[in-house]
């Protein structure tokens, strides 16, 4: 089983270097991959082919890019610039998005979510693969007139949904390469999400797919109050009809009580029920919450857990 951190450093006076400083630490601490958040400011992609490029051996995704508002011409580009400035090792995570941040920000109305996954994912992979696109759907147009192809981009580009809904599981077992599930305990991946997108793999006869879990937690023994700020910052989650459900399928009332938060074996107890609900990647998000002596010592013992 691999592991991996989201990296975070919006608060650094600059982004960019202070996400290459932390790369840099996470791989020395055994880390496989860091992984990068898309909203309206920094562009993942390039964020990601930059600490590609600087930290070599790493792996780096996108964990994710809505697709509202993108064009999977654009988002193309941009994932095989990275592929080939990382050669090889950069993951792009798609995601639905939200009706709020869609509307509010885009002023595009939030319609038909799963047909746009659907039509994003299939000209998409036309793209990566081959370099060109021939798609015309009822939401999408992607065409090539002139080639698209990035020279050293070569083996492609995995691509990943931030699925946990049965209809954009099942998208994404007949299309993607794999999931990007967020806030879902063991038990709602091992009953409901594995289990969904699994089948929907094998029955368009495409390979198992990738579960990569993006888990909120931290080693910390200031574990009362590291907690009560986590669900101040997790609070959001719960206003959004997927992940309310999918909280509620892991057997929780609230974002914060699927969040990881403890010692070090009790982190390290929660890593291995993941792994055994099926998760083939754990990536944990949220790990700067307790401050600097804590995440070290989380990543730590992420870096001892990659196996």
């Known amino acids: ?50 600490v ?30 990275a592929q080939a400035a990382t050669h090889g090792r950069y993951h792009l995570g798609l995601a639905l998005g939200t009706k709020l941040l ?22 998409l992979r036309q793209l990566t693969e081959s370099g060109a696109a021939d798609f015309h759907g009822e939401l999408l147009t992607a065409t090539t007139p002139i080639p698209a192809r990035v020279p050293g981009a070569e083996a492609g580009v995995p691509l990943l949904v931030a699925a946990m809904g049965p209809q954009a599981l099942r998208a994404s077992g007949e299309l993607a390469d794999g999931i990007l599930p967020y806030l879902a305990g063991p038990r709602a991946l091992g009953e409901h ?5 699994t089948a929907a793999a094998e029955a368009s006869g495409r390979p198992t797919p990738r579960i990569v879990a993006l888990v909120h937690g931290v080693v910390t023994d200031e574990v009362d109050s590291v907690r009560e700020k986590a669900a101040e910052q997790l609070a959001f989650y719960e206003q959004i009809p997927s992940y309310a459900r999918v909280i509620g399928l892991s057997g929780a009332q609230r974002a914060v009580d699927v969040a990881v938060i403890g010692d070090e074996r009790t982190v390290a107890d ?13 990536v944990f998000s949220g790990t700067e919450i307790a401050g600097e002596a804590d995440r070290r010592r989380t990543w730590a013992l992420l870096g001892e857990l990659a196996g």
């Open 52 to 81: 590609g490029r600087e930290v070599p051996g790493l792996h780096v995704g996108t964990s994710a890019i809505p697709v509202f508002g993108r064009h999977p011409l654009l988002v193309s580009s941009q994932a095989q610039t």
């Open 193 to 197: 999400i594995v289990p969904a997108v």
């Open 270 to 282: 929660e890593v291995r029920r993941y792994r055994d609900a099926g998760a083939t990647e754990v």
């Open 1 to 50: 089983m691999t592991t991996g951190v989201a990296l975070n450093a919006t608060d650094a006076d600059n982004q960019v270097d202070a996400s290459v400083r932390l790369a840099h630490e996470a791989a020395a601490a055994g880390l496989r991959s860091a992984w990068f958040g898309q909203t309206f400011g920094a562009d993942s992609p390039l964020l990601a082919a930059v």
């Open 102 to 123: 869609t509307e509010a920000g885009f002023g595009i109305p939030f319609e038909r979510p799963i047909g746009r996954l659907r039509e994003f994912l299939i000209a």
